[in-house]
């Protein structure tokens, strides 16, 4: 018998909506020592489970604005980091005109000449 899992619907289930700041300190309170305000690269890639020259290649499409400080090391705010990556950060590709697909023009027929 398969039965499927249904979350609680009490008073402690997961809130819907985005992810508020004082949730994400809220959760940082005791991981203030593993994950300090300010993370290296490093420890953001580890943070939100990308590696480090993926999340570079991220941050040089501008996907984190607001939290990424680009200077050599990259850093990055930690409770701003954390709301772009649960709250969707958005991408400057994505926010651009939607893909429209063109019309498939009808082959032409090619015609031989009799001139060289």
Partial sequence: MNKQHTPPSSP?????GPLTLEEVQTAFAT?????PPL???????????????????LVSQDRFP??????RPLRFWRDRFTLEVFNGATSPR????????QPKATPSVRTESTTR
């Fill in 94 to 101: 994505r926010s651009a005109k939607p893909f429209k697909e």
């Fill in 66 to 71: 607001a939290s990424a400080i680009r200077a």
């Fill in 12 to 16: 402690t289930a997961t809130p819907a």
């Fill in 31 to 35: 991981l203030a020592d593993q994950y």
């Fill in 39 to 57: 993370l290296s690269l490093t420890q953001a890639a580890e943070l939100a489970h990308y590696t480090p020259g993926s999340l570079k290649k």
